[in-house]
């Protein structure tokens, strides 16, 4: 879905009102204030962003955090200048539209991760093995697909490719929530009952709840991308150390895994900056150094 630059306004605005923006214009070299951006219900932005902000805390940054609820206006507000850093953006594919619409005015600062994927799911007992396969077994899983926020890059790609694609225009498409969708694919595990929704790599449910992609035969859901680390324009001029670090941070499943896990799972919501400090003891590669 694409977001207008009056939503992004309109959003900015509500921010400014509770202090998020106070004081917060364009950083220069000598500015130790910064800006992160992110979708709280996306986890490896959520993880990303607080290992991020630990880190950069340490090293006597002041880190404002910005959550919002949707994709469109984090580009927007990158392009803006009114935040400094997207720690886990999806440009590639899932974003694409937005990098397309604001790429002249954000820096990519490397890519952290180089298997992110979009998938429809299911778990491991269950008897589908490809998408091809959900129409004709429709009553097995209630003639639904179970999938997240509607303003998602995900459920647009569900909605606009594999559904017409493969012909479930029959079926339901639900979208509430990461956090709903989460929550009914546990009630089926539970009782193993089959069920098929939309996920993404890298995530940790898909280990939680020992999930298996469905084969995509038509390619609806697209390639594989990357998960990039995404400034606005001049930031890698103006904290080149900090570009430089990013520019180094490379994690494979297991590694980011692990460091999403002990976020969302192990500290949770509330503890996500201790989460962040207790895996970079243990990750002791991953800290920025200022010179």
């Known amino acids: 879905m694409k977001t207008s630059r009056r939503t992004f306004t309109t959003a900015l605005a509500s921010l400014a009102a509770g202090g998020a923006l106070a004081a917060c214009g364009r950083g220069s070299g000598g500015d130790k204030r910064l800006r992160l951006g992110f979708i709280p219900s996306w986890s490896d932005g959520m993880s990303m962003t607080h290992l991020l902000k630990t880190q950069l805390e340490k090293a006597g940054y002041r880190i404002k955090l910005m959550d919002l609820s949707e994709a469109g206006p984090l580009y927007a507000g990158l392009s803006q200048g009114a935040i400094d850093l997207y720690p886990s953006a999806w440009p590639d594919v899932t974003h694409k539209e937005y990098m397309d619409k604001y790429r002249r005015y954000i820096e990519d600062l490397g890519t952290y991760y180089d298997a992110a994927k979009l998938t429809w799911a299911v778990p491991s007992y269950s008897s589908l093995s490809s998408i091809e396969d959900i129409k004709p077994n429709a009553s097995k899983i209630?003639?639904?697909?179970?999938?997240?926020?509607?303003?998602?890059?995900?459920?647009?790609v569900s909605q606009e490719d594999v559904i017409p694609d493969y012909g479930l225009q029959d079926m339901k498409f639900l979208t509430s929530s990461t956090t709903g969708m989460l929550a009914e694919l546990k009630k089926a595990?539970?009782?193993?009952?089959?069920?098929?929704?939309?996920?993404?790599?890298?995530?940790?449910?898909?280990?939680?709840y020992d999930m298996r992609d469905l084969e995509d035969p038509k390619g609806a859901l697209g390639k594989g991308e990357g998960l990039h680390f995404l400034g606005r324009e001049g930031f890698a001029q103006e904290y080149p150390e900090?570009?430089?670090?990013?520019?180094?941070?490379?994690?494979?499943?297991?590694?980011?895994g692990s460091l999403e896990d002990m976020v969302i799972n192990t500290y949770g919501e509330g503890k996500?900056?201790?989460?962040?400090?207790?895996?970079?003891?243990?990750?002791?590669?991953?800290?920025?150094k200022a010179s």
Do not use: C
Not at 242 to 256: F, R, V
Not at 272 to 288: G, L, N, T, V
């Open 142 to 156: 209630d003639n639904r697909i179970v999938g997240i926020e509607p303003g998602a890059g995900l459920t647009k």
């Open 189 to 208: 595990v539970d009782a193993k009952q089959e069920i098929v929704v939309t996920l993404w790599h890298p995530f940790w449910a898909n280990s939680t």
């Open 242 to 256: 900090i570009a430089s670090w990013l520019g180094s941070i490379k994690m494979d499943e297991a590694t980011y």
């Open 272 to 288: 996500e900056d201790q989460a962040a400090i207790a895996w970079s003891r243990e990750h002791p590669q991953y800290d920025f």
